[in-house]
Every structure is written in C-alpha cells, then in structure tokens.
C-alpha cells in the first residue's frame, strides 16, 4: 500500500424516521357519542361534510378560484396539451415525485431539464442511474429518482410501455408510487374521479372541519381519505385536486392563513369557531349579554378527531389551531469516520478513491469516499483501528494504520470554514468552484476501477 496516503475525518449524519404507515379503515359514524348534561349528544356533523348542496358549492368556489389564479407550472401544460395518455401520465408523475418534499420554485428547473433529457418512459428507461443521479443532485432524496427510473424500466419492460390505467394499479405494480401520487396521476392524466391527501390537503380540510386530532395517526389519516374521495369533484377531479393543495399551498399557509381571500371561507368551521369567540368577547366587552351560543367542540370524552383534552383549542391560535400533529420524533445521529486516500496517478495527479454505498439504505447506491460508522464513545485511537479494518477489507491488502492523519470533524470544519468566509477580510474570496491547495491539479472526469487504483502505478 506503499504509495497511497489516506486522511480520515468524523462525520455526523442524521437518519429520520419512516413514512406514512398504512392506514387501517375507519368506519363512518364510529365517533364519540358522550351525552353532556342530560343533553341528547352533541353530533359528530361538525367533522362532516354532510350536506350535498354545500359539498357542490364548495366544488364550484374552489374550481372558479383555481381557474382564476392557479400558477402557471409546466407539468400543468403538459397535462393538458399531451395528447399521448402514457406521456402525459408520465410527465404528471414525475412532477409528482419530485414535488414530494421540495418547493415548487425548486422543481420547476429540474423539472424541464428532465423533460427535455427523458420526454417519455422509454428515454428514461434507458438512461443510467449515475445520469439520473446528475440530474438529481440538489434536489435531495436521491432514492426518488432512482425508483421513478426503476418503475418506467418496469413500464418498459413488463407492461408493453402502457401505464396503468387506476390509481389502484398505479399503486400495485409501480415500485415507489404510494397512494398519493397514484391518485394525483389517475385524476390528473385519467380523469379518474379520487381524491389525494398530502400535507397541504390535511392542513385545509382539518381547518374546513375542526379536525384537531393527531393528523398523522393512521385513523385521521384513514378519515381524511375519505373526506377526500367523497369531495373530489366528479366532473373535473385533477383540477379539484390540484386546486385544494394549491388553496393549501398559497391561502391556506401553515402559519398565517389569507382568511379574508379564502374561495370556500364560508364553508369553513375553524373560521367560523374563530368569528363566533370574537362575537362573543366583544358582546362581553360591551356588557352585553351573549346571544351567540358557545362555542365547543362535538363531543365530550372521546371525539377521536377533536383536539385531546390535554390539549384543547387555544384561542391565541385561531385557525392554526388545526392541523396537530403529535411531537416529532427526535432525529437518530450517527457518528462516521471517512476516509480520503489519495495518491499520486501515473501523470503525476493526484487520484482519489470513491467507493459505492449499499444499494439500499440512506444515500443508496450514491459514490462517497469509504466511510465506516463509529460506535458511541469510541477514542480517537479505536476510531482509526475501525477504520483500518474497514479500508483492509476494501483494498484486500494491508494498510498501515500509521498512514492515517486525523484532519477533523466535518460539522466542525465547515462551521470555522462558514466563519471564515462570512469575516471582514477582504480581497481573499476563493472563486466559485476553485478547489483549495493540491487538489486542485486533479484532471476532471478521470475515472478508475477500484482494482486499477489499488494497483501502484507507474513512476511518472
Ligand atoms: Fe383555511 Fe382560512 Fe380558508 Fe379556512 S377560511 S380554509 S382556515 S384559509
């Protein structure tokens, strides 16, 4: 292992818990029913939309609101100006995929320039996945390209090109296409008259309908399918679906919702509660006797979509108030040593080995620098005996543990870096994409084997 010179650096990375768990049925009517004070019990209607008059005229302010002021977004043109029902679901889908976790004013350019690489499921099929992975960088959750790109080979290959027609097929033989995103393309590209839930989905229906109970527990959630599949509107179910999280992405914002612009305010119970406790505060104000009637939630001891008793409405919070969700989960941290081994090529540049990660798992399949990850509490000393274990076992040779040199922690490092680069000096700013020290006379794009990099090169 003579010629080859390894620098090993700590590295903390953060794991998060899972997704959405499936969601067992929930059953219509099988809310609280307490009785309070001899009173017959309050009903369960609050949470419902139970009249069909106001569920077609929330449909028809929706839609009106939606054809007025929807953003101008480029799968929205495709998925009315394709004319190829494949293309079009394909191009909805990917839309769909990379929306999930990421701004819309994010995608848009990542969007385009994938449509313009891979306009159809047969391009995509054929690209490799380092391609794919260019494309991704930056958009994070790498593991969503790579399954969209698994899924068109599947198209391709299994299914004669044709993609599945329902959302339920959608669901059943796409690998990475969950509920949601099978009925965004069924209702979108389709037609097909279903509903879709995503965050900004919960958020308007649970302040339509002073849902306040944990919005991500599989009975809300189970619910909140419901509400949305018996809402969507029959005639034009991808413009109603895309217009609710549209009204939850721009009106209908988490923290400081436009109340005053909303397009179904009337049909709105948060709202109202909140207009109801401003009536009454101010007739109290005025020594008046109130003649709103309190404002309470539909059932006492046991409502499984209110707010838990421990927790109830705070009028500080208006409409905010819903959506709840039970505390997060802290993230798991886990410690890695990296190692950067370099040596010098044959023209004299210096090369560096990249190994691949575990096709599954965080960051699968992507190209790192080996990394190894560290047991709690371990010394610095246990630290580099790990790693030299683990660099043996890739090289297949001895390496010398006396070869390495401890640079740093990288959550370190890039803080006194960020420092550094936000100080007064002047005149010291590193041009974009300048790489510091010897690093720099790498030639770009020389790519090896492993095999090739362990074998010592020629003298230059
Ligand atoms: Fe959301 Fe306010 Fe509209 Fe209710 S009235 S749906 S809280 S924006």
Redesign the pocket.
Known sequence: MGPLRAAAARGLRRGGGGGRGAAPAAREGSKGSAARGGRPAPPAALHLFGDPAEVEALRGSLLAWYDECKRDLPWRVLAVTEPDVNRRAYAVWVSEIMLQQTQVATVIDYYNRWMQKWPTLQALAEASLEEVNELWAGLGYYSRGKRLQEAARKVVSELAGQMPRTAEDLQKLLPGVGRYTAGAIASISYGQATGVVDGNVI??LC??RCIGADSSSPPVIDRLWAMANALVDRSRPGDFNQALME??AT???PKA???G?????Q??R??LRVEKELALASRKLLGKLPVVPDVEDCGVGGCPLCPPAAEPWDSSLG?TN?PRKAAKKQPRVEQTATCVLERRGRRGALEYLIVQRPSSGLLAGLWEFPSVPLAPGLQQEQQREVLVDHLQAWAGQPVAAGSLRFIGEVLRACERQRGEESGPATGSKRKRGAKPGAAGSTRPGTQLSLRTFLRAPNPP
């Open positions: 958020r308007v302040r339509l009204l939850g009106v209908c914002t919702p436009l109340c612009e909303c397009p179904v305010k049909h709105c948060a709202r409409v819903f």
